[in-house]
């Protein structure tokens, strides 16, 4: 672990902590691939245990894998780390009140509770450069004096190096010299000088070679014992080589599988956004109209007008419908809580020209007018109808070059507070109806009110027929009910 440890951890905030370790973030990073930090040491460890060399985010419902090239020194938030206000994780158990920022933290850590005891045999050290020399060089835990020292040139040798040192040629050498008396350990002049230290030092002599006897033939077991291990040991490596052998080729198929997955998923979400896009299109023509007229369902009112009044979704597109099956494509837009000088106040709707397949043989500008109705949804019908003539010098009504030509409307075409009203005739159930008609047979003004009454479920040719029917009816009795009264106002004359 390479993060800090401080008082009461559980109450930092966790974007502090390492997603490794858990501790107080240490030396910073964060990956590229989903932004999380973690301490650089704890990484690293991971990365380098790795066997493909990725690093699996351990965030729930994160399931990125980030190489070691993919991470970043987050300096920044280094800086931020830095006056982190901490105390000391001492503070309970060793009654330190030591408290501060964290860019100090460490410093007192080395200084205050650093340990500076050998972990293998205790001695106590009075500096960490000390321990550190002690642990690598002399600790009688780790290492063993050589009793041909200075003869074999090393005098401590680490416990678990010391048969080879053994059977090292050096060793041997020394060894030899030693027995034939063509080394002499090296005296002091003390020695020298003292007779009794003498006799002493050539008891020790002939001890020594007795030992040293023993230790040949102690020796040359050992080299027996050795070729025998190194005849299994050749065995066992020729079976360790097959195993590798035979990993390297598993783990070469498990490379070649999950590139073949990494394919399938990649072909997979290919093939999930082209379904996504086919069943956008069907829902895109199931209801589409190709006569010219629109009627525009909205449900959820309440949400939709909750979400406008937010700038969540300011405005709502309708179904693209066309003039006739090989026409003009065409979509409307409102907006439920206004736009522009009319947000707040009224509902703004706006009409515009979509890029179709037909536009090279229809006829440019589009000239048609454009009529909006706000469906009363009562038998009274006193539905709102309000339109506007298109400007044929308007790059709105030029053929398009992109998408969707620049809208035009109508911005203030019914009142909110109108509309806000309880039992309005126009919202019901939750749901308004608008109806967008593009007049192409420049049917007559006085036509509309009387279509808008009439059953929206036969075809549009039907209504103006029935519409023109009726028109003519009401002409009739106008001209009759004038008629009468001349005649009567004469017989009154």
Known sequence: MFGLCIDAIDRVNPRFKCIFCNLIIQDPIQSQECGHRSCRGCFEIRASRAENQYVSCPVEDCDSLTQKDQIMIDKAFRRELDGLVVACVYRSDRNCTWAGHLKDYKAHLDEIHSSFNCPHCSDHFTSLVALDEHVNQRCPTIFQFCSLAPACGEEMIRKDQFEQHLLSEIHQEALTKVITGKYVFPQTD???????????????????????????????????????????????????????????????????????????????????????????????????????????????????????????????????????????????????????????????????????????????????????????????????????????????????????????????????????????????????????????????RLLLPIMLTLNSALPTHVQENMAQQQLTRNQQQQQAILTEGITVSNLNG
């Open 190 to 444: 003390q020695q020298q000088e003292d007779p009794e230290v003498e006799a002493q030092r050539q008891e020790s002599e002939e001890r020594l070679k007795i030992d040293l006897t023993r230790l040949i033939n102690q020796t040359q077991e050992a080299n027996d014992q050795t070729c025998e291990l190194s005849k299994t040991s050749i065995d066992a490596n020729d079976k360790i080589q097959g195993y590798v052998q035979e990993l390297n080729n598993l783990r070469t198929r498990v490379n070649e599988n999950l590139l073949q997955l990494h394919n399938v998923q990649k072909n997979q979400e290919k093939l999930q956004k082209e379904i996504e896009e086919v069943h956008a299109t069907i829902d895109e023509y199931q209801y589409v109209s190709t006569d010219g007229v629109l009627t525009w369902k909205i449900d959820r009112f309440a949400d939709r007008m909750a979400d406008a009044r937010s700038d969540r979704e300011p405005s709502i597109y309708s179904p693209i419908f066309y003039s006739s099956p090989t026409g003009y494509k065409m979509r409307a837009r409102v907006f439920l809580f206004g736009d522009g000088s009319a947000r707040r106040t009224h509902i703004s709707i706006f009409f515009f020209l979509m890029k179709g397949e037909y536009d090279s043989i229809l006829k440019w500008p589009f000239s048609h007018r454009i009529t909006f109705c706000l469906l009363d949804q009562t038998e009274k019908n006193t539905h709102v109808v309000d339109s506007f003539q298109p400007d044929v010098k308007s790059n709105s009504f030029k053929r398009p070059t992109s998408e969707s030509n620049v809208a035009s409307g109508i911005p203030k075409f019914y009142p909110l507070i109108s509309l806000q009203q309880d039992n309005n005739p126009y919202v019901r159930e939750d749901t308004l109806y608008l109806k967008v008609i593009v007049e192409l047979n420049e049917t007559p």
